[in-house]
């Protein structure tokens, strides 16, 4: 009986929604900009005289671009995968390097946003199971016949928190 690919994306779709593993987002903090007074001539400007440093608000925290997501996902350390199975990834995705240290399954109705994009877009880093990494690269992979499909992403680094 040849592999239904209906179903194989059912049963991924389980085990991700099953799965004790979850990935969260974090993107980049801004911080409040200095403040301070500048000069309203150039010719007040003296190397001898003390100048108004800027100073930052110490009440104000910084804060992030967007709030941080967390998904349901499928995990693996690089050091899990097989030779074989690293090359059968390298060959259908072509992103595979030596960089790659995980890899990541993810629903694409939690890695896409209603605006267009990915969640992974402009993140800082991300955090599996406690340890933070740098997204390399997110890829879609979907049968034909269905419109939803998942995500690989790629990941590097690993830094316990």
């Known amino acids: ?53 800027p100073v930052a608000t110490p009440d104000e925290a910084p804060e992030q671009v967007q709030p941080s997501v967390t998904m349901k996902c499928l995990f693996t350390d690089a050091h899990q995968l097989t030779d074989l199975r690293q090359k059968r990834l390298g060959a259908g995705n072509g992103l595979w390097t030596r960089d790659a240290t995980a890899l990541v399954r993810v629903l694409a109705e939690d890695a896409e946003l209603a605006s267009g994009g990915l969640v992974f877009d402009g993140c800082k880093w991300v955090e599996v199971n406690g340890r933070r990494y740098k997204v390399m690269e997110a890829v879609r992979v979907a049968v034909s016949s269905e419109k939803a499909g998942t995500y690989y992403v790629y990941l590097s680094g690993s830094v316990k928190s």
């Open 1 to 53: 009986m040849p592999p239904n690919g209906e179903r194989i994306n059912a049963r991924i779709r389980e085990r991700i929604l099953g799965s004790d593993f979850s990935l969260t987002v974090y993107y980049a903090e801004v911080r409040p900009k200095p403040t301070g007074t500048a000069p309203l001539n150039i010719s007040d400007v003296s190397l001898l005289l003390p100048t108004a440093l």
